[in-house]
């Protein structure tokens, strides 16, 4: 199975700042990967697909880069609303795989 | 409006079993693939597997192959997880989801909260 490792597993930030989340796969995945925001009692939303590219309705401050083995979202300028659980996930290898979550907390 | 509405909560005995529904609407049902997804209390995503409503092609992780079994009903519009032999562990939030482009899933489920306990 391919093993996806988020870092950090926690981020304290204010509301303003950028976040810089990172997800690891342990084999190369091209640009088959994908980033969720969970919120408490709710299901994941998806931010972001093809390594880079928004879902619909996402806002612009969401980005993805990254290709082969690293990969990163960004969120260049924390919205309240943006406190939550990430996920990452492989769509290039069955079975399917999500990393462990990064939590965005409030400094 | 696109929708993937899931079956309510349920409180199951060690040993029995369990099956949960998804019902898709607003879109071609047999034209996408549907994944579930176990989220066990506080704990992240686990995918658990797929199946492609339009031939019933299905695969399973590795980690619940045996375990579960996934099924659809094209007529109703509606994927199926079935949960056997249940365990205190297997008490968790189970969510359906919608697989687009990149194997990514654009529309999830509710979430069915299933609890095992004596």
């Known amino acids: 199975d391919i093993v996806l490792t988020q870092s950090p597993a926690s981020l304290s930030l204010s509301p303003g700042e950028r976040a810089t989340l990172s997800c690891r796969a342990s084999?190369?995945?091209?640009?088959?990967l994908a980033w969720y925001q969970q919120k408490s009692g709710q299901p994941p939303r998806l931010l972001i697909y093809?390594?880079?590219t928004r879902a619909t309705g996402i806002p612009a401050r969401f980005s993805g880069s990254g290709s082969g083995t690293d990969f990163t979202l960004t969120i260049s300028s924390l919205e309240p609303e943006d406190f939550s659980v990430y996920y990452c996930?492989?769509?290039?290898?069955?079975?399917?795989?999500f990393g462990g979550g990064t939590k965005v907390e409030i400094k | 409006e696109v929708q993937l509405v899931q079956s309510g909560a349920e409180v199951k005995k060690p040993g029995e079993s369990l099956k949960i529904s998804c019902k898709g609407s607003?879109?071609?049902?047999?034209?996408?693939?549907i994944a579930w997804v176990r989220q066990m209390p506080g704990k992240g995503l686990d995918w658990m597997g797929i199946?492609?409503?339009?031939?019933?092609?299905?695969t399973y992780s590795p980690s619940f192959q045996g375990q579960v079994s996934i099924s659809a009903d094209n007529s109703i519009g509606t994927a199926y997880l079935q949960l056997s032999s249940l365990k205190a562990s297997d008490t968790a939030i189970y969510y359906c989801?919608?697989?687009?482009?990149?194997?990514?899933?654009?529309?999830w489920g509710q979430g069915t909260v299933v609890t095992v306990s004596a």
């Open positions: 607003g879109y071609t049902f047999t034209s996408y693939w």
């Open positions: 093809d390594a880079s």
């Open positions: 199946i492609y409503p339009g031939d019933s092609d299905t």
């Open positions: 084999q190369s995945i091209s640009t088959s």
């Open positions: 989801a919608r697989r687009v482009a990149g194997h990514a899933f654009d529309m």
């Open positions: 996930q492989q769509g290039s290898k069955w079975p399917l795989t």
